[in-house]
């Protein structure tokens, strides 16, 4: 598949189902979730590694990624210091970015909120980040048990957020498809009347709930 077909059929497909789909995990932490109700993700990653407090791989990051890229942060883990926030958020914006992901805080999430620019954070901290070290971009990072390498593909949605190795993305695309269209078919069964028990026990698959 053509990057724009990679990106279209990622597009379509819920997260849970993506992370079903892999034949490894893939699911960032459960505390990184989206800070905007409803917001979206997908696209490569730019990924950033910072010094616990400082931020400055991340205003450089945001100059440097391309358009479409989702901007993924490793801070260390969450902290009483925000790595990301309006200032980042509106030159992201700007430049085309998809998003932002981070196993850190943000702030000044009313202004984020009201761009509708995704961010995925562990949550809110009013303190700001010190300036000074210089931090990494473009290297292989690690949030969770997930490492995270430069391009590959970042979905997030409402369930949480799955990172796939770029040499995976098409069998992960195709298998996924397969069971979207299985979900379906549960669906049409329930409507139908079919008890919700017989129709898992049939399917053998307990990832379905």
Do not use: H
Request: charge should be negative; hydrophobic fraction near 40%; aromatic fraction near 4%.
């Amino acid at each position: 598949m053509t990057g724009e077909e990679i990106l279209d059929a990622l597009t379509s497909l819920p997260a849970a189902t993506l992370s079903e789909a892999t034949a490894r995990p893939c699911d960032l932490p459960p505390a990184i979730c989206s800070q905007v109700p409803g917001a979206r993700v997908v696209g490569p990653a730019f990924t950033v590694r910072c010094p616990l407090g400082d931020n400055t791989a991340v205003t450089r990051a945001v100059d440097l990624a391309p358009a479409g890229s989702v901007i993924v942060i490793d801070c260390g883990g969450p902290a009483r210091t925000a790595v990301w926030g309006e200032n980042a958020t509106f030159a992201s914006q700007y430049k085309g970015l998809a998003g932002c992901v981070t196993n850190g805080a943000i702030r000044d999430i009313d202004a984020i909120v009201a761009t509708g620019f995704p961010v995925f954070a562990t949550g809110l901290s009013l303190r700001g980040s010190t300036k000074g070290q210089p931090g990494e971009t473009g290297v292989d990072i690690i949030i969770g048990d997930i490492v995270i390498r430069p391009g590959d593909f970042v979905c997030g949605d409402s369930d949480g957020v799955v990172v796939i190795p770029g040499e995976d993305v098409d069998a992960v695309i195709t298998k996924a498809k397969s069971l979207q269209a299985e979900e379906q078919s549960r669906s049409d069964r329930i409507k139908a009347g079919v008890p919700l028990a017989d129709i898992l026990a049939k399917s053998g698959n307990r990832d379905q709930l």
